[in-house]
T-cell receptor
Framework: GAVVSQHPSRVICKSGTSVKIECRSL??????MFWYRQFPKKSLMLMAT?????????EQGVEKDKFLINHASLTLSTLTVTSAHPEDSSFYIC????????????FGPGTRLLVL | TQLLEQSPQFLSIQEGENLTVYCNSS?????LQWYRQEPGEGPVLLVT?????EVKKLKRLTFQFGDARKDSSLHITAAQTGDTGLYLC??????????FGAGTQVVVTP
């Protein structure tokens, strides 16, 4: 089956620094990748849709200048949390897929971010 | 925004018992997916249902999609400790965006 990887799996950073999270589709090309955020014991909340070669589409309430998304190739999307604060600490998960209605999305293993 | 409501939020049962998790919405979805998530990991797809009235079986798991494509259920027969996890339903809005339910935490004890 299709495999999606994320790197790093865990990251601890100081408040005010920026953190980059990578999402890669290992054995397929993903025209679209999605970024989610998940708080403890809560469900996944869609943050943004990342389209290869174009600007990301952000969900309402998500700051695009805070969460920078780049989808430079069909196998890689990155999420950069800029000037991180403790409230940005969360579990960030990406998914990848052709993103046509009814098509399966494949989820990465997630990245645990802790901002001190 | 299409909202998906899952019930119950938490379910604790003993090995060998049966359980059912429900996922309901007032909106129609082009497809609905069920995932299981372990702590610290990404969700793993269990099944996708597309056709109204569809029933899919995956070993001891039975998934139903409502006739109107607004609701779904997951039934586990003779639960095992390995079935413990967070079960999430997610509806596809036909543009590839998934709307997730709040999740049902299932705990199966020996």
């Amino acid at each position: 089956g299709a495999v999606v990887s994320q790197h790093p799996s865990r990251v601890i950073c100081k408040s005010g620094t920026s953190v980059k999270i990578e999402c890669r589709s290992l054995d397929f090309q993903a025209t679209t990748m999605f970024w989610y955020r998940q708080f403890p014991k809560k469900s996944l909340m869609l943050m943004a849709t990342s389209n290869e070669g174009s600007k990301a589409t952000y969900e309402q309430g998500v700051e695009k200048d805070k969460f920078l998304i780049n989808h430079a190739s069909l196998t890689l999307s990155t999420l950069t949390v800029t000037s991180a604060h403790p409230e940005d600490s969360s579990f960030y998960i990406c998914s990848a897929g052709p993103a046509r209605g009814g098509e399966t999305q494949y989820f990465g293993p997630g990245t645990r971010l802790l901002v001190l | 925004t299409q909202l998906l409501e899952q019930s119950p939020q938490f379910l604790s049962i003993q090995e060998g018992e049966n359980l059912t998790v429900y996922c309901n919405s007032s909106s129609v979805f082009s497809s609905l997916q069920w995932y299981r998530q372990e702590p610290g990991e990404g969700p793993v797809l269990l099944v996708t249902v597309v056709t109204g009235g569809e029933v899919k079986k995956l070993k001891r798991l039975t998934f139903q999609f409502g006739d109107a494509r607004k609701d779904s259920s997951l039934h586990i027969t003779a639960a095992q400790t390995g079935d413990t996890g967070l079960y999430l339903c997610a509806g596809d809005d036909s543009w590839g965006k998934l709307q997730f339910g709040a999740g049902t935490q299932v705990v199966v004890t020996p």
